[in-house]
Protein backbone atom coordinates (compact mmCIF):
# COMPACT_ATOMS: atom_id res chain seq x y z
CA UNK A 1 0.00 0.00 0.00
CA UNK A 2 1.49 3.18 -0.86
CA UNK A 3 0.18 6.53 0.06
CA UNK A 4 0.66 9.97 -1.93
CA UNK A 5 0.42 13.47 -0.94
CA UNK A 6 1.14 16.75 -3.35
CA UNK A 7 1.55 19.93 -2.43
CA UNK A 8 2.89 22.90 -4.24
CA UNK A 9 0.11 23.98 -5.81
CA UNK A 10 -1.92 28.07 -6.00
CA UNK A 11 -2.25 30.66 -8.31
CA UNK A 12 0.10 32.18 -10.32
CA UNK A 13 0.39 34.37 -13.10
CA UNK A 14 1.36 33.76 -16.62
CA UNK A 15 4.94 33.49 -17.17
CA UNK A 16 5.18 32.02 -13.33
CA UNK A 17 6.52 29.04 -12.40
CA UNK A 18 5.49 26.32 -9.32
CA UNK A 19 6.96 23.18 -8.33
CA UNK A 20 4.39 20.05 -7.26
CA UNK A 21 6.18 17.45 -4.57
CA UNK A 22 4.14 14.33 -3.85
CA UNK A 23 5.50 12.58 -1.06
CA UNK A 24 4.72 8.90 -0.53
CA UNK A 25 4.50 6.53 2.46
CA UNK A 26 6.04 3.15 2.56
CA UNK A 27 9.11 1.63 2.10
CA UNK A 28 8.88 0.29 -1.31
CA UNK A 29 8.87 3.98 -3.50
CA UNK A 30 12.02 3.06 -4.99
CA UNK A 31 10.17 0.72 -6.73
CA UNK A 32 7.95 2.24 -8.34
CA UNK A 33 6.63 4.23 -11.47
CA UNK A 34 5.94 7.91 -10.73
CA UNK A 35 3.62 10.33 -12.56
CA UNK A 36 1.80 13.09 -12.78
CA UNK A 37 -1.45 13.72 -14.01
CA UNK A 38 -4.00 16.92 -14.64
CA UNK A 39 -7.57 17.55 -14.62
CA UNK A 40 -9.14 20.74 -15.93
CA UNK A 41 -12.95 21.44 -15.28
CA UNK A 42 -14.96 19.63 -18.04
CA UNK A 43 -12.23 17.85 -19.24
CA UNK A 44 -10.44 14.52 -19.06
CA UNK A 45 -8.17 13.79 -16.83
CA UNK A 46 -4.38 13.76 -18.87
CA UNK A 47 -1.03 12.55 -18.63
CA UNK A 48 1.37 14.93 -17.99
CA UNK A 49 4.87 13.38 -17.18
CA UNK A 50 6.04 10.41 -15.70
CA UNK A 51 9.57 9.16 -14.04
CA UNK A 52 11.01 5.46 -13.74
CA UNK A 53 11.62 3.93 -10.52
CA UNK A 54 15.34 5.13 -10.63
CA UNK A 55 14.86 8.30 -12.00
CA UNK A 56 17.30 7.89 -15.07
CA UNK A 57 14.03 7.83 -17.40
CA UNK A 58 11.67 10.55 -17.86
CA UNK A 59 8.25 11.03 -20.24
CA UNK A 60 6.11 14.25 -20.98
CA UNK A 61 3.21 15.01 -22.75
CA UNK A 62 3.93 17.67 -25.55
CA UNK A 63 2.08 20.02 -24.07
CA UNK A 64 4.55 20.54 -21.43
CA UNK A 65 7.78 19.41 -23.23
CA UNK A 66 10.35 21.76 -22.52
CA UNK A 67 8.53 23.66 -19.66
CA UNK A 68 7.71 21.14 -16.92
CA UNK A 69 10.60 18.98 -15.32
CA UNK A 70 9.82 15.83 -13.54
CA UNK A 71 12.37 14.42 -10.51
CA UNK A 72 12.09 12.04 -7.64
CA UNK A 73 14.52 11.30 -4.52
CA UNK A 74 13.71 7.85 -3.17
CA UNK A 75 15.87 9.04 -0.43
CA UNK A 76 13.06 10.96 0.67
CA UNK A 77 10.17 9.33 -0.89
CA UNK A 78 9.00 11.96 -2.98
CA UNK A 79 8.74 13.05 -6.67
CA UNK A 80 8.56 16.58 -8.07
CA UNK A 81 7.09 18.66 -11.15
CA UNK A 82 8.49 21.69 -11.49
CA UNK A 83 6.48 23.67 -14.07
CA UNK A 84 8.17 27.12 -15.42
CA UNK A 85 6.74 29.38 -18.07
CA UNK A 86 3.52 28.44 -16.74
CA UNK A 87 0.04 29.31 -19.18
CA UNK A 88 -2.96 30.00 -18.47
CA UNK A 89 -4.31 26.52 -20.05
CA UNK A 90 -1.91 24.47 -17.46
CA UNK A 91 -4.94 25.52 -14.72
CA UNK A 92 -6.04 22.16 -13.37
CA UNK A 93 -6.25 20.12 -10.94
CA UNK A 94 -3.00 18.00 -10.72
CA UNK A 95 -2.61 14.88 -9.13
CA UNK A 96 0.59 12.08 -9.22
CA UNK A 97 0.54 8.42 -9.17
CA UNK A 98 2.57 5.54 -8.48
CA UNK A 99 2.32 2.01 -10.62
CA UNK A 100 4.35 -1.12 -9.50
CA UNK A 101 6.46 -3.42 -11.57
CA UNK A 102 9.32 -2.87 -14.22
CA UNK A 103 7.81 0.25 -16.21
CA UNK A 104 9.38 3.17 -17.86
CA UNK A 105 8.33 6.49 -17.52
CA UNK A 106 6.34 6.30 -20.79
CA UNK A 107 4.35 3.62 -19.85
CA UNK A 108 2.81 5.81 -17.12
CA UNK A 109 1.14 7.47 -20.28
CA UNK A 110 -0.86 4.75 -21.16
CA UNK A 111 -1.32 2.34 -18.02
CA UNK A 112 -3.67 3.18 -15.32
CA UNK A 113 -1.65 3.87 -11.96
CA UNK A 114 -2.19 1.81 -8.87
CA UNK A 115 -2.66 4.67 -6.42
CA UNK A 116 -3.29 8.32 -6.38
CA UNK A 117 -3.36 11.22 -4.71
CA UNK A 118 -5.93 13.55 -3.46
CA UNK A 119 -4.49 16.19 -5.79
CA UNK A 120 -3.46 20.17 -5.54
CA UNK A 121 -4.84 22.93 -7.53
CA UNK A 122 -3.19 25.11 -10.45
CA UNK A 123 -4.70 28.08 -11.53
CA UNK A 124 -2.54 30.18 -13.91
CA UNK A 125 -3.68 33.84 -14.36
CA UNK A 126 -3.51 35.73 -17.72
Known amino acids: QVQLVESGGGLVQAGGSLRLSCAASGRTFSSYAMGWFRQAPGKEREFVSG????????FYANSVKGRFTISRDNAKNTVYLQMNSLKPEDTAFYSC???????????????????WGQGTQVTVSS
Open 97 to 115: AAARGPLTAQDMGVITPDY
Open 51 to 58: VSWSGGST
